[in-house]
């Protein structure tokens, strides 16, 4: 959900600006939650098309992530997306990063685009000239690396140089990440990359998800019933699964701080498989502060909630940007992936606080007294209120940020001519 989710806003926002957008997806999903995103974004959007890419039975079982399993059965089926590709008057391609390189590969070979170079959404940079370069540099390229994405095991394939590209959409917003973007668009980072756009913030996508347990309704229902900024979203994404030992430190904590919460919690990487674990029982009896949600709930319809005041993220990088982009301050727990870097961008950004001490996800048990005092700290501090408040205020104002689609738009626009 963590890449499906941004593909979809930028999809239904370059849809929204008249391009014609198609749009191709493996088949069968992992999640429940990607099947039924997806069915009510095409439903919702019907001008836009849609290619089912149909991948073979997985011939890696022996991974014990489904999600890594599905990345590696795309990556080793791609050649069948060039025969989707040839039936497609094609100007520009987005892709994930995951597949970036590859499809790079494919699309050079196509007959019919001679003028077409890619224009990536993410783009990797050579570790080795990044760290020859200044503290600032570093941190900036470590920004772009977190939404880089391109895994070790996974880089392969033939690289085109940077030069070949027209320009880099990165799913930011300046008043966010403006000392990175800085950096990398005046050459401090890398000489000669193209230019790097900020999407700015990519607007949530409306739709109606068929299938839900009307667990949105539960909580908005709840949610406005209590004081403006009094509750506590703790939530972790689409893909972490709690042990048993962390859910009930949490449970701990939020019992002995009497603070009102919501926690969507899951008990297993695919939203499907989660079972409810009978020892949650005795937070919700005592629960008239508090909900806990095992289903899937719209978390940025949550996060807009006025009685919201805080959020315990793992700081995905889409939790981040919505946090950001509503002013909510974050009390960051990154617990994997590329999480740790995206803290640093909430810390420096003035929008949430983070323990280092707290470790990586399978590091150490974070203890329920720790969690209780980090909690106070989160709900009670009226200057990260106010500076959470003032990088949404900037962020709401910069929709299109700086012209970013427009740009955008006008490359699409240029080659469209030229072919
Ligand atoms: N999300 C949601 N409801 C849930 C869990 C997650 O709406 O019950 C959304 C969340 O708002 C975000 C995405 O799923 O847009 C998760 O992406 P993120 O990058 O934060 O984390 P990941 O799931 O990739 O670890
Ligand atoms: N990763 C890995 N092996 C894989 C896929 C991913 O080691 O097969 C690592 C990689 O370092 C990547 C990180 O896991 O940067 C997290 O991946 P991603 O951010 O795409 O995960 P998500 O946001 O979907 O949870």
Not at 143 to 169: H, M, N, Y
Request: net charge neutral; aromatic share 6%.
């Amino acid at each position: 959900m963590g890449h499906l989710t941004p593909s979809l806003r930028l999809a239904a926002a370059l849809s929204t600006r008249g391009c014609r957008v198609t749009l191709i997806t493996p088949h069968p999903n992992v999640s429940l939650a990607e099947s039924n995103h997806l069915s009510a974004f095409l439903s919702s959007h019907p001008t836009i098309d849609h290619h089912p890419y149909h991948l073979p039975p997985s011939s890696h079982p022996t991974v014990d992530d489904p999600f890594f399993e599905q990345v590696h059965a795309i990556r080793c089926s791609l050649h069948l997306l060039r025969s989707i590709l040839d039936r497609i008057s094609l100007t520009a391609l987005v892709t994930d990063i995951f597949f970036a390189d590859s499809i790079t590969g494919i699309l050079s070979d196509l007959d019919h685009t001679p003028q077409l170079r890619p224009l990536h959404f993410f783009r990797q940079i050579p570790s080795s000239r990044i760290s020859s370069h200044s503290t600032h540099g570093r941190r900036a390229a470590a920004v772009w690396e977190s939404r880089a994405r391109i895994p070790p095991c996974f880089a392969a394939g033939k690289r085109q140089s940077t030069a070949q590209v027209d320009g880099v959409l990165v799913n930011t917003f300046s008043g966010f990440e403006a000392t990175a973007l800085e950096a990398l668009n005046n050459g401090r980072v890398v000489r000669n990359l193209p230019p790097i756009l900020p999407s700015g913030m990519l607007p949530p996508v409306q739709m109606d998800i068929q299938g839900g347990g009307g667990g949105d309704e539960v909580v908005v229902g709840w949610l406005d019933a209590q004081p403006p900024g009094s509750v506590v979203l703790l939530s972790f994404g689409s893909r972490t699964a709690m042990s048993r030992d962390r859910i009930a430190e949490i449970a701990e904590a939020l019992e002995l701080s009497k603070q009102r919460f919501v926690w969507i919690l899951k008990g297993s990487k695919v939203d499907r498989e989660d079972k409810d674990d009978p020892f949650l029982d005795r937070i919700r009896a005592g629960g008239r502060s508090g909900l806990v949600m095992r289903e899937w709930v719209d978390q940025a319809k949550i996060l807009s909630h006025p009685a919201i005041g805080g959020f315990v993220s793992h700081c995905g990088w889409n939790s981040v940007t919505e946090a950001a982009a509503r002013g909510v301050p974050v009390l960051a727990w990154p617990l994997n992936g590329d999480q740790k870097v995206n803290a640093e961008v909430v810390v420096e950004a003035g929008v949430g606080t983070w323990d280092r001490n707290w470790g990586w996800g399978g590091e150490r048990l974070v203890g329920g007294g720790e969690i209780v005092r980090k909690l106070m700290e989160l709900m009670g501090d009226a200057e990260l209120k106010r500076r959470a408040a003032s990088v949404g205020e900037e962020t709401r104002r910069a929709v299109d940020d700086g012209g970013s689609f427009d740009r955008l738009l006008k490359l699409i626009e240029n080659k469209s001519n030229n072919s």
